[in-house]
């Protein structure tokens, strides 16, 4: 048997373990942002507005000890409490369109259906109106953030293969 021969098996595997991907996509290009590890995480009391990071929105920080449910809020939220399901891994979606629309809310939600779902079975993701953020939509997770005027299934995507990347607490469930 000739050494090539004999090398072939070794040199075919070297070359599909070379193609398998090495972990989640870089999302820069789509401009998803990767924000500084927060100086500090703690727990405030929920009437506390000296929360998170200082980005708009927040995407770390100090938050408040409760959690929101897992779903599609009609209703602005706090940021303290939303912080901390960012915490546990999380995904948030928000969006700022006072006049109501119920298409982008749609659509945000079926990216919310395509998060992580938890040990209980609940998809880890909430959709809410947030009229303090500068873009029409935002996808948020721990330390990660993405905002334009419209969503961006790429960019979404992508950022999404990150979650519980960067968490304190991943992989937490979330109540329904």
């Known amino acids: ?29 789509y401009g998803v942002t990767l924000s500084p590890v927060p100086a500090t995480a703690r727990h405030l009391t929920c009437a506390s507005t000296a929360c998170g990071d200082g980005l708009n929105p927040p995407t770390s920080g ?7 449910r897992c779903r599609v809020y009609d209703a602005e939220q706090n940021r303290c409490v939303w912080l901390h399901n960012l915490e546990h891994g999380h995904v948030v979606f928000l969006y700022n369109c006072p006049e ?3 298409e982008l809310v749609a659509t945000l939600d079926s990216f919310r259906q395509e ?11 909430i959709v809410a109106p947030d009229s303090r953020i500068p873009t029409r939509v ?5 330390r990660r953030s993405w905002g334009a005027d419209a969503p961006d299934a ?21 109540l329904p």
């Open 100 to 102: 109501g629309c119920p």
């Open 62 to 68: 100090d938050h408040c000890s409760d959690t929101l």
């Open 154 to 174: 790429d960019a979404i995507r992508c950022m999404m293969q990150h979650q519980d990347a960067e968490a304190p607490e991943p992989e937490l469930a979330c």
């Open 1 to 29: 048997m000739s050494p090539l021969y004999r090398a072939l098996p070794a040199l075919l595997l070297s070359s599909l373990l070379a193609c398998e991907p090495s972990g989640p996509e870089d999302c820069s290009r």
């Open 115 to 125: 998060a992580k779902v938890g040990s209980n079975g609940v998809i880890r993701a």
């Open 138 to 142: 935002a996808a948020l997770m721990w």
